[in-house]
């Protein structure tokens, strides 16, 4: 459990040596500011999975995500000339990725909680996997996934970026305009939820193996 | 060490130590937080651990290349969509915010109740005090202007009063109010005997109003007597008088004729008589000027009359200072100016036991002495049994302890006489007496149980009614208190209570309905009484909002 714990300091590592690239310097984001289309490619080959990846990470595994995937890289190329450089085009995209997700989980959520597709999770699952243990899998992701969705779209964010992501809670904070402090709070709020949520599917579930 | 502090280290939020660690893996609530982040972590990771695939990127890629071709939506399109919804936003916080007045039974559309101006105030006749008779009587008098009165006159002392060309007479024990309304004077006798002498009748009509009655002047010479809350007497000397009950006339009396109804007061006739007098001329320079010395209880504005405040106070001069919540803040009390108070003479009529020593006859002495015992029955050993006071003594005393506040007091013995079947003749005035106890103690529940007692119809169904309804004030049944004031300025329009009640209807209304509400009936009271005791504070209360 300590090792799983300590996985996303490596990740949050690897995030900030890709934030520390210098910023304005990079020649493939100023051609595309100037309209070259080959740039913006190469733009978009080189971030899509990393996009892909925070995307399902913020949402968990959402039929919508290639749109999310789109729109935010549509967002991003039109709004390319208002990008001044002053941060790492990572950064700024990351940025992007957030409020995208969060405007995603919104209508998600105001629209009501959709069932994941079974062959969505049977694809995250480890097909090498025994049968039996697939099963088991799936369900703890079903309920994982559960979990997640009951959260508000910011505290599903914020614990999501710290948690998984362990970023730090000023770096959280300048991605979704939030205070440090704030962003804590949110942090908490959510374990807290999560938790009693976890402590009830664990009843619920007794009480049916009981019947 | 607290699971907080555990957690927030789990989440990174605060320092994680040694100490944490292991808290964390003994306590089994931290345990479970642990595993649990530890599973949401794995299962969102393992679910974004594979990128887009080949044939989806491109797919994406073309999408993302080919929309950037087209030209972005416009702004004005999203505008469109907020708009109306701002709109529909602004006017439903109109809608909500909009102040709406309290109309009961009014839909007409709010309006600011406009600025409420009393009648200027009435020239009333200045009344003139003379104390004529008994102790420290004196030929002094004083002038005071036209605010509301309690005159009292102790027992055998004389009080008289001058009311521009209207002579009154108060003799002890009594007490008189005066107050101006836009009728003109009007003069409340409470207990004792007056004469009135008006020799010519002049502009504004001076009322007398005891208990129901009221009593018209038309130019004449008259006595009243109230002995108690119910008799009362009226001789007429000359002139004519007209009695009302309520709005009716019950009698109208001519020179020489005597109204009572009940047992004729037989002394009144004797006092027109006794008191036939003019002021001296020694005194007619002080009616010419305002003085402040002499013989009146006062307070400006306000109306003292029914205070126990008041009543405990000598014969004498107080100006007393009110607060706006009507509690007195100063008194300032003077006696009668040039009274020489003589101190009260000494209780000396205290039977000290005197001890004598009988001689026993020779044939008692045989006989054997009775053994020193105490007897349960004073009366059969020949010792003088303590004489029960009358009921109206009761009465008094019932009325009395109520002026000094005493209304414990004042309770026990009205209940004590309601039960006496031979206080029978007081029984009315007695529940309305001990009713209005209650009220002031806060029980109005018993206080209408008593008054559902008293017959409609009858001389005292007015006051009962009045009663009545500041028992369903005093419940919060305001709507009921509110109808039943309207009843009782419609049936009793001459009551010595209409003044309080068109005021507490006005007040109802404003607490009801509001200011706009209210203004009618404000209207109404200062028609009805322009110098009356609550202008200042309807009016002022109205205008300030």
């Not at chain 2, 007061?265 to 027109?272: F, I, K, R, S, V």
């Not at chain 2, 003085?291 to 008041?310: F, I, K, N």
């Not at chain 2, 049936?491 to 507490?504: D, I, K, N, V």
Request: glycine share 6%.
């Amino acid at each position: 459990m300590d090792a799983l714990i300590a996985t996303p300091l490596i990740w949050a590592s690897s995030l900030r040596a890709v934030r520390q690239e210098p910023p304005a310097s990079d020649p493939l984001v100023q051609a595309a500011r100037g309209g070259d289309n080959q740039a913006l490619e190469q733009l978009f080959r080189r971030h899509a999975d990393e996009v892909f990846r925070r995307i399902t990470r913020l949402i968990g595994p959402d039929p919508d995500r290639e749109d999310l995937v789109q729109e935010v890289f549509v967002a991003a190329f039109r709004g390319l000339p208002k990008f001044r450089g002053e941060a790492s085009f990572s950064t700024w995209l990351y940025r992007i990725v957030v409020r995208v997700a969060y405007g995603h989980l919104k209508r998600r959520r105001a629209r009501g909680q959709q069932p994941l597709s079974e062959t969505i999770v049977e694809k995250i699952v480890d097909s090498a996997a025994s049968p039996e243990d697939k099963a088991l899998k799936q369900q703890e992701l079903n309920q994982v996934l559960e979990l997640l969705d009951q959260l508000k779209p910011k505290k599903r964010i914020a614990f999501v970026l710290r948690v998984v992501d362990g970023l730090s809670l000023p770096e959280i904070g300048e991605l979704v305009n939030a205070t440090p402090a704030t962003v804590g709070q949110r942090v908490r709020h959510a374990q807290h939820e999560l938790q009693q949520a976890a402590q009830r599917q664990k009843q619920q579930r007794l009480r049916e193996e009981r019947r | 060490m607290s699971c907080n502090k555990a957690t927030d280290a789990l989440l990174g939020l605060q320092g994680d130590n040694q100490a944490l660690i292991a808290h964390r893996r003994e306590c089994p609530h931290c345990s479970q937080a642990t595993e649990v982040i530890g599973t949401l972590r794995s299962a969102i990771e393992s679910s974004a651990a594979d990128g887009l695939d080949q044939v989806a990127r491109l797919r994406i890629q073309n999408r993302v290349l080919a929309e950037l071709t087209q030209p972005p939506p416009r702004q004005g399109a999203r505008w469109a969509l907020w708009i109306p919804s701002a709109l529909a936003l602004v006017l439903l916080a109109a809608w909500a915010l909009w102040p709406r007045a309290k109309v009961i039974g009014d839909s007409s559309p709010p309006q600011q109740a406009k600025r409420i101006v009393p009648p200027p105030l009435q020239q009333t006749a200045p009344l003139a005090l003379y104390l004529i008779a008994g102790r420290g009587a004196l030929d002094r008098v004083s002038e005071i202007g036209a605010t509301h009165q309690v005159l009292r006159a102790e027992a055998g002392q004389t009080l008289r009063a001058r009311l521009g060309a209207t002579d009154v007479l108060l003799r002890g024990p009594g007490r008189l109010s005066t107050a101006a309304s836009a009728d003109g004077q009007q003069l409340t006798l409470h207990s004792g005997r007056l004469v009135v002498d008006s020799p010519t009748r002049h502009d504004q009509p001076l009322a007398i109003v005891a208990g129901q009655y009221r009593i018209v002047i038309v130019g004449t010479r008259f006595a009243v007597a109230r002995p108690d809350a119910i008799s009362l007497t009226v001789v007429v000397e000359r002139g004519e008088v007209a009695i009302f009950q309520s709005a009716e006339g019950i009698a109208r009396l001519r020179a020489g004729q005597t109204w009572s109804n009940g047992n004729a007061d037989g002394a009144l006739n004797a006092l027109l008589e006794r008191t036939a007098w003019s002021p001296p001329a020694s005194a007619r320079h002080w009616i010419a000027r305002v003085s402040d010395t002499t013989g009146s209880l006062y307070a400006r504005g306000h109306y003292l009359g029914e205070a126990p405040l008041v009543a405990q106070l000598p014969l004498g001069l107080a100006s007393i200072d009110l607060r706006r919540s009507g509690h007195a803040r100063r008194i300032e009390q003077r006696p009668l100016g040039a009274v020489r108070r003589r101190a009260l003479p000494a209780v000396t009529n205290l039977r000290q036991p005197v001890k004598t020593r009988r001689k026993r006859s020779p044939a008692a002495r045989t006989q054997p002495r009775a053994p020193d015992v105490a007897v349960d029955n004073p009366g059969k050993t020949g010792e003088r049994q303590p004489t029960r006071p009358t009921a109206e003594a009761r009465y008094r005393a019932a009325e009395q302890a109520i002026a000094r506040g005493e209304l414990p007091v004042a309770q026990r013995i009205f209940e004590q006489l309601l039960d006496d079947p031979t206080a029978q003749a007081l029984w009315p005035t007695a529940r309305l007496d001990l009713a209005r106890v209650y009220l002031r103690r806060g029980d109005p529940r018993r206080a209408a149980q008593l008054l559902a007692a008293v017959p409609q119809g009858s001389s005292l169904s007015g006051a009962a009614h009045f009663l009545r309804c500041q028992a369903k004030l005093r419940n919060q049944k305001h709507a009921e208190a509110f109808r039943c004031l309207e009843t009782f300025q419609t049936r009793y329009p001459g009551s010595g209570q209409l003044e309080q009640a068109l005021f507490l209807s006005a007040q109802l209304a404003e607490k009801l309905g509001g200011c706009r509400q209210a203004k009618p009936l404000i209207e109404r009271y200062l028609r009805r009484f322009a110098h009356g005791r609550y202008r200042q504070r309807l009016v002022q209360r109205c205008n300030a909002q």
